[in-house]
Each structure stands twice: as C-alpha cells, then as structure tokens.
C-alpha cells in the first residue's frame, strides 16, 4: 500500500477546468506563438502613413532652409516695427470693434437658422430619412464651404463692406453649428421624449417643454465656441475687402507700414484674448 501510496505522489499534477487536479493523460492544447499578421498589418499602414506624410511635405513644398534665411529678415522687421504707431488709432480701434460685430452678428444669424433646421436633421425627432436626409445635405453643403469662400460671393453679390463678411460667417457657421445642434439633440436620453409620446405631447410641445430645456446648455456652449471661431475668422474676411481690421492688416503689409502693422496685431491679440476669456468664463457657468 505504501508504495502504491508513493507511485500515486509521484504522478505529475495536471491543471483541471477548474484550477484543480486534473487526471494522467487529459489532453491539455499547447499555446502557440501569436500571429505575425497583424504585426505585418501594422506596419504596413506605418510605412504608408509615413510615406503618404512624405509625398505631403513633397507637395506643400516644405523647405527649412528657406524659413531659415528668411529668419533674419523677419527679426530686421520687428526692429522696424518698433515702437508702435498711434497714428489712426481710433480708426483701428473701429475697425476692431467692426470685426467683433461681423462674428457676432453672423454667429446669431446662425443660430437662429440652425435651431429651424436641427430639428429635422436629429434623427430621434425625425424618423422620415427623406427629410433628415434634405436638412443634413443642406447644413453640409454650407459646413463644407468656408467663410472666406462664402466672403467672396458675397462680396461680388452685395459688394465691399462688412455686409459681406456677416452673410460669409453666417452661412458657414449656419452648416457647422446645424451639425453639433443635431448631434446634441440626438444625445439626450430617450426617457423623456417617450414620456412626451405617451402624453400625446405634438411636436411643438415636446421641442419647447423637453428637448430645448435639456440641450440649451449644451447649445449655448457650441454658440460661445463658434463664436471664438468666428472672431479669428472675421479678421481674415477683410483680405477679400469683407470689412474689419483684417482690411488695414492687409493695406499695412502692402505699404510695409510695420510699426503699423505692429499697432494692428496687438489690437488683434488683445481683442482675441478678451473674447476668449469671456466666452470660457461664460461656458464654466454653464456648467
């Protein structure tokens, strides 16, 4: 018996399903090496993502030693931007505030259209594709165009001026902010539009009493950022004559008027800077 007893201790322990001790001669499948595939897959896109990035660089015409010897130039302009002109000051601080007033004004004519469409285009409040299918190309069709592009247009259409400018950013930001305020409706919880369904609530009703209670927040938020947006954008416009200080930019670095330019750039970075922090203060009280 003991020596019975001492072959059986003698037997290897074999790993059951169960953590436990398996018997002699259970058939246990041997963990290969892991498939080479997906490492090879891997670095197939690494290779086309670095040649692709290649051909970019090739084509953007990239060339550091250009930006080099252009480094002494730039430095001998700031010297001779210093210091500052005053001379039309108050004409730029005008231009400044024109500015601010084409993002603003094209940011709240955007809203307004974007709060028509967006309903349509959500598919949790439209469940008929032809119609979400319309309100989506629509606000694509303008997200997909740019403001300058839209300046252009306009300005051809309704001629120089800041009228432009208004109508460029509110037709892009009309396809841009259409776009998350759908998204953001589409986000609510499905809770209170079935309640709204059961109550026999029309679509009026549940728009006003359940889904723009819910989602303001989140609206009002995307409307303080597209306005930030909107602000840079609008100094841009005034290249294309779309009015603003972006147009006295331009007129400076044509006449190489760099202390000018220099008065210019810090209206531009003050103002910037100033809406920034109001638009983030307002966002944190949304909260």
Same mark, same amino acid.
């Given at each position: 018996?003991?020596? &019975?007893?001492?072959?059986?201790?003698?037997?290897?322990?074999?790993?059951?399903?169960?953590?436990?001790?398996?018997?002699?001669?259970?058939?246990? #499948?041997?963990?290969?090496?892991? $498939?080479?595939? !997906?490492?090879?897959?891997?670095?197939?896109?690494?290779?086309?993502?670095?040649?692709?990035?290649?051909?970019?660089?090739?084509?953007?015409?990239?060339? #550091?030693?250009?930006?080099?010897?252009?480094?002494?130039?730039?430095?001998?302009?700031?010297?001779?931007?210093?210091?500052? $002109?005053?001379?039309?000051?108050?004409?730029?601080?005008?231009?400044?505030?024109?500015?601010? *007033?084409?993002?603003?004004?094209?940011?709240?004519?955007?809203?307004?259209?974007?709060?028509?469409?967006?309903?349509?285009?959500?598919?949790?409040?439209? #469940?008929?594709?032809?119609?979400?299918?319309? *309100?989506?190309?629509?606000?694509?069709?303008?997200?997909?165009?740019?403001?300058?592009?839209?300046?252009?247009?306009?300005?051809?259409?309704?001629?120089?001026? !800041?009228?432009?400018?208004?109508?460029?950013?509110?037709?892009?930001?009309?396809?841009?902010?259409?776009?998350?305020? *759908?998204?953001?409706?589409?986000?609510?919880?499905?809770?209170?539009?079935?309640?709204?369904?059961?109550?026999?609530?029309?679509?009026?009703?549940?728009?006003?009493?359940?889904?723009? !209670?819910?989602?303001?927040?989140?609206?009002?938020?995307?409307?303080?950022?597209?306005?930030?947006?909107?602000?840079?954008?609008?100094?841009?416009?005034?290249?294309?004559?779309?009015?603003?200080?972006?147009?006295?930019?331009?007129?400076? &670095?044509?006449?190489?008027?760099?202390?000018?330019?220099?008065?210019?750039? &810090? &209206?531009?970075?003050?103002?910037?800077?100033?809406?920034?922090?109001?638009?983030?203060?307002?966002?944190?009280?949304?909260?």
């Amino acid at each position: 018996m003991t020596d &019975i007893v001492e072959r059986r201790d003698d037997l290897p322990a074999v790993e059951g399903d169960r953590g436990g001790v398996g018997s002699v001669g259970e058939h246990h #499948p041997v963990r290969g090496r892991a $498939s080479p595939l !997906p490492r090879v897959r891997q670095a197939t896109v690494a290779l086309v993502a670095v040649a692709a990035f290649a051909l970019c660089v090739r084509l953007a015409e990239v060339d #550091p030693r250009a930006l080099l010897e252009g480094l002494p130039k730039m430095a001998g302009w700031a010297v001779e931007a210093w210091p500052p $002109s005053t001379q039309g000051l108050h004409e730029l601080l005008v231009r400044a505030a024109q500015t601010v *007033a084409i993002a603003v004004v094209g940011t709240g004519l955007a809203v307004v259209a974007a709060l028509v469409v967006c309903i349509p285009a959500a598919r949790n409040l439209t #469940p008929g594709r032809g119609v979400r299918a319309a *309100a989506r190309s629509l606000l694509n069709a303008c997200r997909g165009v740019d403001s300058f592009v839209f300046a252009l247009l306009f300005v051809a259409a309704v001629g120089l001026g !800041p009228f432009a400018g208004t109508l460029g950013v509110a037709f892009h930001t009309f396809g841009s902010m259409g776009k998350l305020f *759908a998204e953001s409706i589409e986000g609510m919880p499905r809770g209170p539009l079935e309640a709204a369904e059961l109550t026999g609530a029309g679509r009026f009703r549940t728009v006003s009493w359940v889904v723009l !209670p819910d989602v303001v927040p989140g609206l009002v938020s995307v409307a303080l950022y597209m306005l930030e947006f909107n602000i840079r954008a609008s100094i841009v416009l005034g290249v294309v004559g779309a009015g603003g200080i972006g147009q006295q930019l331009k007129n400076a &670095i044509d006449l190489l008027d760099f202390p000018r330019l220099l008065t210019i750039i &810090i &209206i531009i970075f003050v103002m910037v800077a100033a809406v920034d922090t109001v638009s983030s203060r307002l966002r944190a009280h949304l909260r």
